[in-house]
């Protein structure tokens, strides 16, 4: 399976900061990289999807690029609401695996 | 509006089978990939397996073959995820997603709570 690391597992912020999350693939992927948002008790929800087009609804704050193996989600100014789990996944081989995850702090 | 509609929590013992479901509506359900994730306490996010209700192709994730059974009823838009022999190892939280063309997840189900116990 492809394999999808993550970097940092956990990162601690303030609110207003920008942050980076970083997402690596064992293989290309060309721009097949999806990034998703999860909080405690409620479904996943789709923030970026092919690398760097931003879903319908959700906030110009967030943003994504990368091309190839290497890809990051920046938040360019931290909300309260934004404090959660982010979870890149590749989707181009199936299985369509995710990354393990990094927890946002406050 | 697209939704999915995922069935209620289901508290089971080891060995039992259990089918838990997801409700299309808002969208030509034929149309689109289903998808089922699986999320463990404390763990991340795992794709086990994608069905195409259209004509029912389905495609396991290698750790999930074998394990569970992916269906899908277009007559009520309705997509399935069955054991047959329940384990205590699958104890989690089950969604349902719509996968898009590029194959992202853009809407997904509320989440089924299964928790089996030994």
């Known amino acids: 399976d492809m394999q999808m690391t993550q970097s940092p597992s956990t990162l601690s912020a303030s609110v207003g900061d920008r942050v980076t999350v970083t997402c690596r693939a064992s293989q290309s992927i060309n721009t097949y990289l999806n990034w998703y948002q999860k909080k405690p008790g409620k479904a996943p929800k789709l923030l970026i999807y092919?690398?760097?087009n931003l879903q319908s609804g959700v906030p110009s704050r967030f943003s994504g690029s990368g091309y190839g193996t290497d890809f990051t989600l920046t938040i360019s100014s931290l909300q309260l609401e934004d404090f959660a789990t982010y979870y890149c996944q590749q989707s181009q081989r199936i299985p369509y695996t995710f990354g393990q995850g990094t927890k946002l702090e406050i | 509006d697209v939704q999915l509609v995922q069935s209620g929590t289901e508290v089971k013992k080891a060995g039992e089978s259990l089918k838990i479901s997801c409700k299309a509506s808002g969208y030509s359900f034929s149309l689109y990939w289903i998808a089922w994730v699986r999320e463990m306490a404390g763990e991340g996010l795992e794709l086990m397996g994608i069905i195409y209700p259209g004509d029912s192709e389905t495609r396991y994730s290698p750790s999930f073959q074998g394990q569970v059974t992916i269906s899908a009823d277009t007559s009520i838009t309705t997509a399935y995820l069955q054991w047959s022999s329940l384990r205590a190892s699958d104890t989690a939280t089950y969604y349902c997603?719509?996968?898009?063309?590029?194959?992202?997840?853009?809407?997904w189900g509320q989440g089924v709570l299964v928790t089996v116990s030994s």
């Open positions: 092919l690398a760097s």
């Open positions: 997603a719509r996968m898009t063309g590029d194959n992202s997840l853009d809407f």
